[in-house]
């Protein structure tokens, strides 16, 4: 349960799973406010609402169901991502409607079964309110509303990101030429203008609506979005920090340093002044002949560099190391250089080292070794946080 600031205790009419089933066993709940509305069954049910009322997340036994921002069902259990039907996605929709109907009925009757224990009677009701009335919606209308401030979508965000704002002031990748990567493969990169980027801010703050100010961060969502030129990118912070509200992590970004302008700690530093705060960088390995398998540059040097010139100007750093790259016939080089290159960067435990697996390059079992490996290895040499990174399992949740 939860440490409330107001409660309802009442005997509920409460549905089973969504098998379909009519019975209704009798179960008092406890709702919670606090920067979402919890609806707590005693059984260990769930229910998370956001502040303008789309629901998030439901917690049904094992199996966790959580919203993804265009109106998707995302059901999670057993470390499984399964997206449910369509079909089915309206009989969940349907069914937390009914729910929440009912509690609405309870507590408009303030019957016996009714205990109120603060004075917050009138904002919860209104809560349940706006979440019925936006489930009585089409199905359609939450991606019309997402995909109006992300047209082209969200393609991946580092997982320590996920929970951001994520901003578009520009589309695709510079580079493109990755082979591993099936996210920006052959999307061009373009920048939005100065219009089309004050009309992406505005859809944005219209979709998220009063939750936007719990978003922790904020990410400049692109291949490499400081491939922007200063003056540009200049700008894009400056019409965030006008426009949004203001976030404890500061602003993110990927950045492919052999595909952008120049810069030193001096140019790095002027932006970590206007909010950036954190760069993931795509290093893979550290054997320049793989990376060039990879579609990668072989030039490990100026990627040093960069990373050198971001730790001067007290920017965050993340690397994303592809474990399995190159099959199991650079298993030990593979390792063995990656290791050195990353031994020889200023790391501190504020920076992060990924290990993502390249899913086919070597059986399941193996890439479980070869990340255990890498970890083992990692973590006697730099002092850096360590983190697994799964991209198959980024959605864009509420």
């Known amino acids: 349960g939860f440490l409330a600031s107001c409660y309802w205790c ?17 179960h008092s709940i406890r709702i919670h406010t606090s920067n979402s509305l919890f609806v707590d069954f005693p059984d260990g049910r769930l229910l998370r609402i956001d502040q303008e009322g789309r629901w998030s997340s439901w917690q049904n036994g094992n199996a966790l169901y ?28 349907q069914r937390i409607k009914e729910l929440l109907i009912l509690i609405r009925k309870k507590i408009g009757d303030q019957s016996n079964e009714l205990y109120l224990s603060s004075g917050n009677y009138i904002k919860v009701k209104n809560w349940i309110q706006k979440a019925i009335h936006r489930l009585s919606k089409p199905l359609g209308y939450e991606k019309k509303l997402y995909e109006k401030a992300y047209p082209k979508g969200i393609q991946i965000l580092p997982p320590d990101r996920y929970r951001d704002l994520v ?18 493969k052959n999307k061009r990169f373009r920048v939005r203008s100065d ?75 002027a932006l970590k002044k ?32 960069t990373i050198n010139a971001l730790k001067k100007a007290g920017i965050q750093v993340a690397l ?3 474990v399995g790259a190159g099959g199991a016939d650079y298993i030990d080089i593979h390792k063995s250089k990656t290791i050195r290159f990353i031994q020889n960067l200023n790391l501190t435990p504020e920076d992060i080292i990924y290990l993502s697996p390249l899913r086919g390059a070597l059986s399941p079992s193996s890439l479980r070794s070869e990340t255990a490996a890498f970890k083992d290895s990692l973590k006697y040499i730099t002092n850096s946080r360590i983190s697994p990174y799964n991209m198959d399992r980024f959605y864009y949740f509420s």
């Open 10 to 26: 009442f005997d509920f009419l409460n549905p089973t799973e969504f098998s379909g089933m009519t019975s209704y066993p009798v």
């Open 66 to 93: 959580r919203r993804t921002l265009n109106g998707e069902i995302i059901k999670i259990s057993d470390q499984t991502y399964n997206k449910i039907a369509e079909n089915i996605q309206s009989k969940i929709f």
């Open 167 to 184: 901003i578009q002031p520009a589309f695709g990748c510079p580079s493109g030429n990755c082979t591993f990567c099936a996210f920006y």
């Open 195 to 269: 219009q089309d980027f004050s009309l992406h801010l505005q859809a944005v703050k219209n979709l998220f609506g009063a939750a936007i100010k719990y978003r922790n961060g904020i990410f400049l969502d692109s291949g490499s979005a400081l491939s922007l030129s200063q003056r540009r990118i200049t700008k894009v912070l400056d019409a965030i920090e006008k426009t949004l509200p203001n976030t404890k992590r500061g602003v993110a970004a990927f950045l492919d340093p052999n595909h952008s302008p120049k810069r030193g700690a001096r140019e790095y530093a």
């Open 274 to 305: 206007r909010g950036l705060a954190q760069v993931t960088i795509g290093l893979e390995t550290g054997y320049p002949q793989l990376r060039k398998k990879l579609g990668k540059s072989k030039d490990l040097a100026s990627l040093k560099e």
């Open 320 to 322: 994303t190391v592809l």
